[in-house]
């Protein structure tokens, strides 16, 4: 049985479909709406509509009009304008609150991914990393609370959790991307905050053969940080679709090749401690690297296509995509207040905020460090549509998606010698200028022959048992796939309040696992074992054969920081100068290696509106999803052997796992009343949801003892505690309202739109809580017969995540589409295209009454574009801005943690050609650039924006491009 008291919105809903169904009774039978409107939208296709049946109601002739408006193909459409003019039509005919792009306009915006394309469009926001958007938060909400889709099924993620990272799809490869604000009972995978769907080319689609193929050449505006990689790039790709055996038969293939560079000026302050109790904060340390990166992207597609009669189609549709990142890290890391160094008196205090200042015995670090990133990304959808008779059709659906990620992040530390006591140290002045950046004044030459492979700052002296640590290696290894088995009927009716019924179920299994492998990087010292103090010789000299760039090279200019050592660290890896040692939780707390298994069981139905309420046309749907979940976690706990908080190359690791089940009952809503023929009033309620984020729902635990309160009874004051992840999390759950009143142009050129939405969220996941649990499987491992019967109480408590927070987001959103030409003649051939959100929220959880916002709301998000075209030329220049909020970065031993994320704006252009006749007939000359104002990615905490702790410039991006269409 539902509850009632979580169910009032269902009720609400179900009440709302009776009275619609009730008023129509009265209402006559309804004629095509926006019938004029429907061909202007369709006046670019050359595809004529194929019959279904022999009888074809006007209601039927309505909804294949408005499925070609739909069919966007890559060439079926020419120019910015005319993508428009579709992305435009998808949205108007669309029966939920969506936002939509075209084929012609992903092709030519700037970018090297998907998610250059998602960032501009309105609502949504993007995260970059290593200087490339990478996550897409949707009205405020961070990644975990969208979900994406390719053709309508749910994608597995390359990273530890549920976030989708949107650099891994080619932009090539989509025909058009449909963002759905607002959910439907048939939308399988929808996401809290929306649900991103990525459409690729169906060949049988199209009016006509299609090939095209471009070729670009990419640079960057810094020159190389880092020696190894270099500053240009190259991008290649590719499609052709067509038609064999009387259109019955359809092929479509796409090839995408990218070699991507990025050079990062990096710079990572520790923190800011107190000078003195209750005195100003003051920098504690500093990592500092120049990054010189690497993108490489090989992508495939291919798609089948049959459809012997009008009544079936089936369509096989694979990707693969295979994405390697790699990364020379030159640097130096300077422990200051944190360390033996001393701040000088002198210093200059701004606000409470030491501004400048020197330090004296500073020992620092010299990085020569490597990471790579490995993914490889399949996907494989089978779709069978089958039209039974004129009033029912069946659509069976069988997808499997797989990620499999690796990651090798190497480090390699050299200084003047072994442990701050010995070598030369050096006397820094340290400034932070207005940009956040802290620029430096060192003495030391730190590209002289003093340095040799060491652990300058005795970093293993804590581990166990103790070693030199000369380097360290983290290795993180996840995959994830999602098997899904969909199957669905769907009713039409010839008349009456209900164009259709659909109705049906998926099933789908999800695997996601996670592996942190961690190694000590020592100095080879002879026959040395693990009784050895410390493993490791204390030095060694850097081999000449290492070396690279003639043994110096300068990444650090930009702070100020002169010349020092540089050599390749895999040569030292490979060729015998570093033994390696396996470690456990070195610098992390919790085992990380775990595994999250879901069985989602959903069946659903939908009814589909196309009537009347009194004059007024009214279309929509209102149905029900009933998601039924079966979760279970593994993890790794410590052995009590290995001594309570151990770590390092003899910590012992056993299994322990949990899990649950739950329910979770989905109504949605959507109405558009048909204000006029070219006014639209939509409203839509649903209840939505987004499960547990799979490295919070991990099993893993770190079980901690206290001797002292063995005798107690209070489970908050007990012998046993621990720290981990929460196996038994549910999801987060809201109820999302939203209304949106749009006014669009004659012939779909443009619209006007604004929208208010409304969401209230319960059972919100508070990562940062505490759960009570049972420790008694653990008693006979931890305590002695005697101890055990002294035992005050088995439960003790847990710090993990759990369901504890409540609160809401509100917001609205202004958009225009406008060509100029509508206002005078004399802006004939220009355009704009602006939106702008405003989000607000209120957090709170259990025991803490003071509300916090929303991690990954920017309460400000707008876009702005203008553009031009007249003939061949077109041009057009993009502002994308979102105010400061709080999101993901990564954190010491391949975490992930939240920071404050500054904000600011991004400004990237374009200008094109296209021989549209003569002797170059089907190409086009591209030139765009990205990050043109150079905006750099800063992060900060406790609210002061001087306080830094991440600086990074990524430099300006350019792309010069030819594309050609065969005709």
Known sequence: MIQLKRNVLAMALASIGVCAYGMAQAAPTPLPRNASDTAAATAGSAQDSQQTGAKTSARETKKEEEAKA??????AVTGFVSSITNSTAIQRYSSEIVEAVSAEQIGKLPGISIADTLGRMPGLAVQTLNGRPQVV?????????STALVNGNEQVSTGNSRGVQYDQYPASWFNSVVVYLTPKASLMGQGLAGTVDLRTIQPLDEPHRIAAFTAGYTWNSQSTLSPGFSNQGYSVNGIWADQFFNNTFGVALGVDLMKSPTQIEHQQPWGYPNVSNGGPVVVGGDKNYGYSDLLGRTGLL???????????????????????????AKGIEFPLFWSAAHLQPGYTV?????????????????RNDYNSNYARVYNIDWNNKYRINEDWSADVDANYSRANRRSFLMESYSGTGYTPANGATDTIGFTELGSGLLYFNPTLNYASNQFVLTDPQGWGAGASPSIVQAGFINAPRTTDYIADLRAGLKRDFESGPFSSVQFGIDRKTRNKTYNLDQYFLTLPNGSQTYTTVPIGAQTAPIPAAALVNGGSCDPLAFMGVGPQVCYNPLYLLN????????????????????????????PYVQFNLDTH????????????QVAHTLQGASGQRVTPSSGVGGHGAQVQLVPVSGGTSYTRYLPSMNLIFGLTDNTDLRVSAARVMARARMDQMNASMSINTNITQLLSTNPNQAYFSASGGNPKLLPTMADDYNISLEHYFEGNQGYVAASAYFLELHDYINPNAAYLANFTPFISSYLSPA?????????????GPVNNGSGNVKGAQATASVPLKLLTPV??????????????????????????????????VTQETVYFQHGGLQARVSRSYRSSFLGEVSGISATRILQTIQGGSSYDAQVSYAFNSGRFKGMTLILQGSNLTNKRFVTYQNGDPRQVLIWENYGRSYEALVSYKFQ
């Open 70 to 75: 739909k069919q966007l193909g890559v060439v």
């Open 137 to 145: 938060s949707i009205h405020g909400f961070g990644p975990d609370f």
């Open 302 to 328: 291919g798609t089948l296509q049959w459809r012997p009669s009008k009544n079936f189609t089936s369509t096989l549709t694979t990707t693969y995509d295979d994405f390697r990142e790699d990364q020379q």
């Open 350 to 366: 701004n606000n409470g905020f030491v501004t400048s200042g020197t330090y004296n015995n500073v020992k620092a670090v010299v």
């Open 575 to 602: 060729n015998g100068y570093y033994t390696v040692f396996p470690t456990s939780l070195s610098s992390i707390g919790v085992p990380p290696n775990w595994k999250v298994h879901e069985i989602d069981t959903t």
């Open 613 to 624: 309420v009194g004059p007024i046309p009214l279309t929509g749907n209102f149905g029900l």
């Open 787 to 799: 101890e055990q019967q002294q035992l005050g109480t088995p439960l003790g408590i847990v710090s």
């Open 827 to 860: 802006l004939n051939d220009f355009g704009v295209i602006l939106s702008a959100d405003y989000t607000k929220s209120s957090l709170v959880y259990a025991g803490n009454t003071t509300p916090i916002t929303v991690p990954g709301l920017s309460k400000w």
